[in-house]
């Protein structure tokens, strides 16, 4: 079974500018989470889809948003880019919303925002 | 307020020794408490489990309430063991959203 892919791999922006990422669940997945990984803060929840519905959001600003496609593909986009932003970031997939279900993790975005 | 903590970013020890990877959380409910490990150039994936009770490439660990703790054991390191690990809990809401230490680097040497 294919893994979470997402795409790209790897960006470089200039501050002010947006971008979007993508992630691919694993068939059968419904639930996606989106994480961003910096040195200094570590792994931080941004949100989880499930079924086209956003089911939770983290402590960020109104600038990062994601969506939910109904093949489960997600998005998720940061505007107004701040070097603050840049980050790796993480989409996991689960097979269904809930505390107990096993996450499994993309590769990660490297955002480098200039 | 919800805090996982992982006091050590390092953690060195010589293959064959016995390995304890310390991991505290701070939540007003009843968490579900995971371990999750990176290898080197690879996906940060679930090592175990608390729910599952089990033990997954010798290592186990052990939910204390009282102490508020998730610390993950194993008897004798291996050098494949070396990696990152991330102790991380999930919230009495039922959502997927996981809170994650900082994560402990374990460096096995031969």
């Known amino acids: 079974k294919a893994g979470v892919t997402q795409t790209p791999r790897y960006l470089i922006k200039t501050r002010g500018q947006q971008v979007t990422l993508s992630c691919s669940p694993i068939?059968?997945?419904?639930?996606v989470s989106w994480y961003q990984q910096t040195p200094g803060q570590g792994l931080q929840f941004l949100f989880e889809y499930f079924s086209e519905t956003q089911r939770n959001k983290g402590n960020f600003p109104g600038r990062f948003s994601g969506r939910q496609f109904s093949n489960s593909r997600s998005e998720m986009n940061v505007s107004t880019l701040e070097l603050g932003d840049s980050a790796l970031y993480l989409c996991?997939?689960?097979?269904?919303?809930?505390?107990?279900?096993?996450?499994?993790f993309g590769p990660g975005t490297r955002l480098t925002v200039t | 307020a919800q805090r996982v903590t992982q006091p050590e970013k390092l953690l060195s020890v010589f293959k064959g020794a016995p390995v304890e990877l310390k991991c505290n959380y701070s939540y007003s409910g009843s968490p579900e408490l995971f371990w999750y490990v990176q290898y080197s150039r690879q996906r940060l994936q679930l090592l175990l489990r608390h729910i599952s009770r089990e033990s997954i490439k010798g290592f186990t660990a052990d939910l204390n309430k009282g102490e508020t703790s998730f610390h993950l054991k194993k008897p004798f390191a291996q050098e494949e063991d070396s990696a990152m690990y991330y102790c991380?809990?999930?919230?009495?809401?039922?959502?997927?959203?996981?809170?994650f230490g900082q994560g402990t680097t374990l460096q096995v040497k031969p």
């Open positions: 991380a809990l999930t919230g009495s809401s039922n959502t997927g959203k996981l809170i």
């Open positions: 996991a997939s689960s097979l269904v919303s809930g505390r107990n279900y096993e996450q499994y």
């Open positions: 068939s059968g997945h419904r639930s």
